[in-house]
C-alpha cells in the first residue's frame, strides 16, 4: 500500500480469525464435485450443432474458472480482514499524529567549535530543532563543556532557547563523549514514549576527552554535522609548545626563544607568519613553513631591557580560523645570579695559601661589586648538609675524597643539570677519584706529572705552559677581555695526567698545554656539565692565578656551567583545570592571584598549599597577602595556555559512530521505538476488495440475456421489471 516503508511488517489484530482462510477452499471442491463426464453419443444430425457449442464450452470455462478465482479470493480476504491485519510506518506520520517526544540536543561548544562559523552555524540547527517541536514534547540541552545551568527535560522550550542563545565556544576542548553519555542517562529516565538523542557540532578526535570507540550509548544517534567535509581532515595550525633560554648573565639579558609549530591538517603550509611579543610590543617575526602532519620549529632571539619577571607570546598571523591556539604566553624568569658552591680542599688560616683565595677573589673582586656570580664557600661536608638544588655549580678544589653519599648526592645533582668543576692539587689520590667520581670524569686519572718546583732555578725550561685554546667552545668564543693575549705566557708546574676516555664517552677537550697534554676537559652528564681542570686552582702547580686571563677565564667558566634560566623547570598550567601550588611560608594569610581580564582569586593556603584555576589563556601574577609590588611572587606567577587536545580537527575514524548503535551482544540498536511510528490499518481496504470481488461475481455468474435486458432498460431509464 502506498505511503508504507520497505521494511514494514503485517501484524494482526485478531489472528484467530486467520483460520477462516480454510473457507476459501469450499468453491473449490464445490467445482470439482459439479464436474460431470460427458459422454459421447455419435449424431451425424447434430455435427454442426456440436461445432457451435464447443465454441460456447471454451467461453463458459473462462467465466467458470475466473468465477472460482473471484470466490476464492473474497472468501480468503473476508477471513484476513476480519484478522484486522495492520503495520507499523513511519511514512507519512504528521506531528499529530506522534506520540510526546523527549528530545535530548547535544551541542558541542568546546574549543574547536570557534573554528570560522561552526559555532554560529551549530546553534542555528539546534534552534530549528526547538522550533519543531509541539508543545507536548520534551526537550533537554547539554554542552560538551560540562554541565550547565539546567541539564533536564522539559515543556518549557522557550526556556531552552534562551540556554541556547547563551552558548559559546569555551576555552577548553571539552567532553563530548562526556556529554552524550549524560544526554543518553537522561532519555533514559523519560517517561515518554518517543525519545530522540541529536548531536550537533564537528565530532573530532580532540572533542573527546577518552577514547570514542569505548562509549555505550543507548539510544540511537542523529548527527548534525557543522564541518565542511566530515570525512577530511579540517586544515589547522597550532603553536605546541614555547622553550626559553638565558643565553648569557642576568646583565646581559640576551634570550634565545623557540616556538613549535604543529601542522594538524593533510596538506603543507608555506611561509606562515610567526611574531614574538613581549610585553605590549613586537619585537621579532619569522616566517615558517610546515609539512601535513608534522611539526617544525621557528627560533628568535631577544635582549630584555630590563631583567625581571616579563610577560611575553608567540602569535601565528592569520594563520588559519581557530585563533585560540595560535598563541602561546609564557613568563621570561631572568636569573639575576649564578649561585657556586665551592668545596676547600685545602683550606688555611695564610690567605695565600688557602685552595680558594684566588678564586673567591675572581669570583668577588671587591666589596662594591655586583658580580653575576655568588660563591659560598666550604668543607665536603656541605654536600650533605645543603640542598644542592639552591646551587647552579659545585667547585671541588683539590678534595681529597667523598664518601658514598656525598659522590651519589653530586652525580645526581650533576644529571639534573647542575654545573661541577673539578680542580686538581696535591691532595688528590686518582684512585680514589676514579672509584667514586668514575661516572662524572671526562677521563679517568692516571697520575701526577711533576715538571718543576716553584723555586726550581731550572723551572723555566722544565715546565710548559698552556697552549691555544678552542676558540669555538663558549668559554674562549669571545675572549678578547683583557689579559686574554697572555694566557699563553702561564706556567705550569705540575698537571695531572690522565688515560683514554673508556669507549662510547664524548668529552670535548677546551683547552690543552704546549705539550699537548689536556688542560680543561668537558664532559656532558644527564643535563648538566662537567669540567675537568688538570692543574690547580692557586698557585701551587702554576702561576695562572695570578695572571690577568684568570678572572675573565673562571667567571665565563662558571657561567658556562651554571645552569641557565629557562623554561625546563616551568610548569604548564592549562585554562579550565585545577592545580596546586606550594607555597609554604611564603603566604601568611592569603593568596591573590590577578588574570589577564582583570580577574581576581584570594585563596588561603592549607598546610602549605594553594589550589589555583585560570579560566582565561594569558600571565597569572602571584601575590602574597597584598596585591602590591612588594608581594608579588616572580617565581608561582604562571601563565597558563589553552588545551592543545582541541587543535586535532580530524575526524572521526570509520566506524566509531557506527559501534555506538550497537547493544552489548553487538546486535544494532532498533532505528525507532514503536511510539515513534504509526499503525496504519489494512482490513478496511481488504472489506472494499470482497465486496467488489462479490459484485463481479454476480455480473459475471447471470445470463448474458439477462445481462443484455438489463442493460437495455436502464439506457432507457425504465425499471428491469415493468
Do not use: C
Not at 561 to 584: I, M, N, P, W, Y
Amino acid at each position: 500500500m502506498p505511503g508504507l516503508s520497505e521494511e514494514a511488517l503485517m501484524n494482526f489484530v485478531q489472528p484467530l480469525f486467520l483460520a477462516g482462510l480454510l473457507a476459501a477452499a469450499l468453491p473449490i471442491l464445490i467445482h470439482l464435485f459439479n464436474r460431470r463426464k460427458a459422454v459421447t453419443r455419435p449424431f451425424p444430425a447434430l455435427r454442426l450443432l456440436k461445432e457451435s457449442n464447443e465454441r460456447t464450452a471454451r467461453s463458459v470455462k473462462v467465466r467458470q474458472r475466473v468465477l472460482l478465482a473471484l470466490r476464492v479470493l473474497a472468501i480468503a480476504a473476508l477471513a484476513i480482514a476480519l484478522a484486522k491485519p495492520f503495520v507499523l510506518s513511519q511514512s507519512g506520520l504528521t506531528a499529530e499524529e506522534r506520540m510526546p517526544t523527549a528530545v535530548a540536543i547535544v551541542v558541542e561548544d568546546g574549543l574547536a567549535m570557534g573554528h570560522g562559523d561552526w559555532m554560529e552555524d551549530a546553534t542555528a540547527r539546534a534552534d530549528t530543532l526547538i522550533e519543531d517541536l509541539r508543545p507536548w514534547d520534551q526537550v533537554a540541552l547539554l554542552r560538551s563543556s560540562g554541565p550547565g545551568e539546567s541539564e533536564r527535560l522539559t515543556e518549557d522550550h522557550s526556556e531552552v532557547a534562551r540556554q541556547l542563545r547563551d552558548v559559546r565556544a569555551s576555552t577548553s576542548p571539552g567532553d563530548l563523549g562526556e556529554a552524550i553519555t549524560r544526554a543518553s542517562t537522561l532519555l533514559a529516565s523519560s517517561q515518554l514514549p518517543n525519545r530522540r538523542l541529536i548531536v550537533v557540532g564537528a565530532l573530532t578526535e580532540g572533542s573527546f576527552e577518552t577514547a570514542p570507540a569505548d562509549l555505550e550509548i543507548a539510544h540511537p544517534l542523529e548527527i548534525l554535522s557543522v564541518r565542511e567535509n566530515p570525512e577530511r581532515p579540517t586544515p589547522n595550525l597550532a603553536i605546541t609548545a614555547v622553550s626559553y633560554q638565558q643565553q648569557s648573565s642576568a646583565r646581559e639579558s640576551a634570550w634565545t626563544i623557540t616556538a613549535t609549530i604543529a601542522n594538524f591538517g593533510d596538506e603543507d603550509v608555506d611561509a606562515v607568519q610567526a611574531q614574538l611579543k613581549v610585553g605590549d610590543s613586537v619585537v621579532g617575526g619569522q616566517r615558517v613553513s610546515v609539512a601535513a602532519g608534522q611539526e617544525s620549529n621557528v627560533e628568535f632571539v631577544h635582549r630584555l631591557s630590563d631583567p625581571t619577571l616579563t610577560a611575553a607570546q608567540v602569535d601565528l598571523v592569520d594563520a588559519d580560523p581557530l585563533e585560540g591556539d595560535n598563541t602561546w604566553h609564557f613568563f621570561i624568569r631572568p636569573r639575576e645570579q649564578v649561585r657556586a658552591l665551592l668545596i676547600n680542599g685545602s683550606p688555611s688560616n695564610i690567605p695565600y695559601d688557602d685552595e680558594l683565595f684566588f678564586l673567591t677573589r675572581a669570583l668577588r673582586p671587591g666589596v662594591a661589586s655586583e658580580s653575576a656570580i655568588s660563591p659560598t664557600t666550604g668543607a665536603p661536608d656541605r654536600l650533605e648538609r645543603d640542598d644542592l638544588s639552591t646551587f647552579d655549580v659545585v667547585v671541588l678544589a683539590n678534595v681529597s675524597r667523598l664518601s658514598a653519599d656525598q659522590a651519589t648526592r653530586l652525580k645526581a645533582f650533576v644529571e639534573q643539570g647542575g654545573g661541577l668543576l673539578i680542580a686538581m692539587g696535591d691532595q688528590v689520590d686518582p684512585e680514589t677519584y676514579n672509584n667514586q667520581l668514575g661516572e662524572l670524569l671526562p677521563r679517568p686519572l692516571r697520575g701526577l706529572k711533576r715538571l718543576a718546583e716553584r723555586d726550581d732555578p731550572d723551572a723555566p725550561v722544565k715546565i710548559t705552559r698552556l697552549g691555544p685554546a678552542r676558540r669555538q667552545h663558549p668559554i674562549f668564543r669571545v675572549f678578547n677581555l683583557p689579559g686574554g693575549g697572555a694566557m699563553q705566557s702561564v706556567q705550569v708546574y705540575s698537571y695531572m695526567l690522565l688515560n683514554p676516555a673508556p669507549s662510547g664517552q664524548q668529552t670535548t677537550l677546551a683547552l690543552s698545554f704546549q705539550d699537548n697534554a689536556p688542560a680543561l676537559l668537558e664532559r656532558q652528564v644527564g643535563q648538566g656539565r662537567v669540567l675537568l681542570w688538570t692543574t690547580s686552582l692557586d698557585r701551587d702547580w702554576t702561576d695562572f692565578p695570578v695572571r690577568t686571563a684568570y678572572l675573565p677565564v673562571v667567571r665565563r667558566a662558571l657561567s658556562h656551567l651554571a645552569r641557565r634560566a629557562g623554561s625546563s623547570s616551568d610548569t604548564q598550567r592549562v585554562v579550565g583545570k585545577d592545580f596546586e601550588v606550594e607555597v609554604g611560608d611564603l603566604v601568611n594569610e592569603r593568596a591573590i592571584v590577578t588574570g589577564p581580564d582583570a580577574s581576581r582569586q584570594v585563596v588561603e593556603p592549607v598546610d602549605g598549599m594553594v589550589t589555583l584555576s585560570a579560566e582565561t589563556p594569558g600571565p597569572h601574577l602571584f601575590f602574597a597577602d597584598e596585591e602590591s609590588e612588594g608581594g608579588l611572587i616572580a617565581g608561582l606567577s604562571f601563565a597558563a595556555n589553552l588545551d592543545r587536545r582541541a587543535s586535532r580537527l580530524t575526524p572521526l575514524a570509520p566506524g566509531v559512530i557506527e559501534g555506538w548503535q550497537l547493544d552489548e551482544e553487538g546486535r544494532p540498536i532498533a532505528e525507532s521505538a514503536p511510539g515513534q511510528q504509526r499503525r496504519v490499518n489494512l482490513w478496511s481496504g481488504l472489506l472494499f476488495f470482497v465486496t467488489m470481488a462479490l459484485l463481479l461475481e454476480s455480473v459475471l455468474g447471470a445470463r448474458r440475456s439477462v445481462l443484455v435486458q438489463v442493460g437495455r432498460r436502464l439506457l432507457r431509464g425504465r425499471p428491469a421489471d415493468a
